[in-house]
């Protein structure tokens, strides 16, 4: 499959999954294993992965060390604290010699996974705090540069944009959703994407928008509609950010309007430019006469006219190409963890909210996840880190939840059976244990299967767009 070769083509970012979504893994893992031999608890294997073996070796303290076929996590057999034999194998173990372990070593065995990958997730942030972090003027802005008038919905209606609808604008920047602090867009869309506010009757979605506009605070009421693939809650609205010309093609009308590069397009025909598509709307609807432009050159401004392009196949395009102000940002790393913790917390609540659009088949497997990191190797290696970090934090609040099989579940049987004086029957465990685990990987063979689906789509999007005929330069 195309996504496949996508993937392999490149051995860089083969090398930088294997090295951070593995050493997540690992990490994870190796807080079992530590914290187990420093309890004096009986440690059988560490695996890499599930299933049979790849290869294995015995080390010279007795542990099998394993990297297994199904790279869907990892585990430490603990056979004194946990009957995992129908996920782990057999054990060898005689436990009638080892005293059971008490309830401290479990719940410090069972969380060290957890605790591991966010100290982990720390190092990295301290790197990026270091180093920096590759910002755009677009990812750093919570300023709305572009309203749409109308929003298809995922069901194929054009209705009113939902901007449009609650008197949001261009040059708005948006503070809060929901109460929810906003600094970055990206955040905002995932507050958004994960919010679950209706009205009253429950006929409509509703997202509380505290703006500053004209330096004062409003809260306007807001009425996402789904829209996309994906059946996401949209509003109709974009980052505001600067168009900086990188390029003019000779003879095009850009040059001839005189257009250069590192010029900032500040307006055309006195309407303020903080989004492209703005751009494109004025020269579509003003195709037949001259536009002013004003643009910022050095410490002054300067206005240019474009020519009219009466006749012309596209009358946007003046020969020009853009960029965007880019600047390293220095995110503190408890910033950086709190930040990270706050969007799994509130994507784990969408969840199991039932007033949130966000399900199962949204969550991305360790598919979406390699895809990720192949983009994030492909943009720069910052990004890997950044990325790392997330996967860290979600893996440490994902393994604590209370559902058997994961650390969470293990340290609630644990606690169950401190609490009424003796531990849970075995084969009670064991078939729950047993239950949960298909379950958990019916789940990750669920949500790959759209992880495959969406790669599939976006390749095929990617490809369309690059075998598509090039309009001459104008």
């Known amino acids: 499959m195309d996504i496949f070769h996508t993937l392999f083509s490149s051995a860089w970012s083969i090398l930088l999954v294997a090295v951070f979504f593995g050493g997540s893994i690992f990490v994870h893992e190796l807080g079992h294993f530590l914290a187990a031999r420093r309890r004096g608890v009986i440690v059988e294997r560490f695996s890499i992965g599930f299933g049979p073996k790849i290869f294995s070796w015995k080390g010279k303290d007795g542990v099998e060390y394993r990297l297994s076929w199904l790279p869907l996590g990892g585990y430490v057999a603990?056979?004194?604290?946990?009957?995992?034999?129908?996920?782990?194998?057999?054990?060898?173990?005689?436990?009638?010699?080892?005293?059971?372990?008490?309830?401290?070593?479990?719940?410090?065995v069972f969380g060290a996974g957890a605790f591991f990958n966010i100290i982990f997730a720390f190092a990295l942030a301290c790197i990026i705090w270091g180093v920096g972090l590759p910002t755009s003027s677009e990812q750093a802005t919570t300023r709305i540069g572009y309203v749409v008038d109308t929003v298809t919905t995922s069901d194929g209606a054009k209705v009113t944009s939902p901007a449009v609808e609650a008197g949001l604008r261009i040059g708005d920047t948006v503070r809060a959703i929901d109460g929810h602090k906003i600094e970055t867009w990206q955040e905002l869309m995932q507050v958004l994407l994960t919010s679950a506010g209706r009205t009253t009757d429950g006929t409509r979605r509703e997202a509380i928008f505290t703006i500053e506009r004209d330096g004062q605070l409003l809260d306007l009421t807001v009425h996402p509609v789904l829209a996309g693939n994906e059946k996401d809650r949209r509003v109709g609205i974009a980052p505001g950010y600067e168009l900086v010309i990188h390029q003019a093609a000779a003879g095009s009308f850009g040059a001839t309007a005189g257009f250069q590069p590192k010029d900032r397009l500040a307006a055309l025909n006195d309407t303020p430019i903080l989004n492209i598509q703005t751009y494109g709307d004025i020269l579509k609807a003003t195709a037949d006469q001259p536009v002013r432009a004003l643009v910022k050159r050095g410490e002054g401004t300067v206005t240019l006219t474009i020519p009219a392009r009466t006749g012309s196949k596209d009358a946007t395009e003046l020969g020009l190409s853009f960029t965007t102000d880019s600047s390293l940002t220095y995110p503190n790393p408890f910033k950086q963890l709190g930040d990270n913790i706050s969007m799994t917390y509130r994507t784990f609540a969408s969840l199991v909210n039932p007033q949130s659009d966000v399900g199962i088949s949204k969550l991305s497997g360790p598919v979406g996840i390699a895809r990720v990191f192949h983009m994030a190797a492909q943009a720069d290696i910052r990004y890997v880190l950044w990325f790392t970090i997330l996967v860290n934090v979600n893996l440490a609040i994902m393994n604590l939840l209370p559902i058997p099989v994961l650390d969470g579940g293990h340290m609630l049987f644990a606690t169950i059976g401190k609490l009424r004086g003796r531990n849970l029957p075995a084969q009670f465990i064991a078939t729950t244990q047993s239950v949960f685990m298909v379950l958990l990987f019916s789940m990750m063979i669920y949500v790959s299967f759209f992880d495959v689906r969406r790669w599939n789509r976006d390749s095929r999007a990617e490809r369309a767009e690059q075998t598509a005929p090039a309009e001459p330069a104008k």
């Open 78 to 108: 603990l056979p004194q604290l946990a009957d995992m034999r129908g996920i782990e194998g057999e054990s060898h173990a005689d436990l009638k010699k080892t005293p059971p372990p008490n309830y401290s070593t479990r719940m410090i």
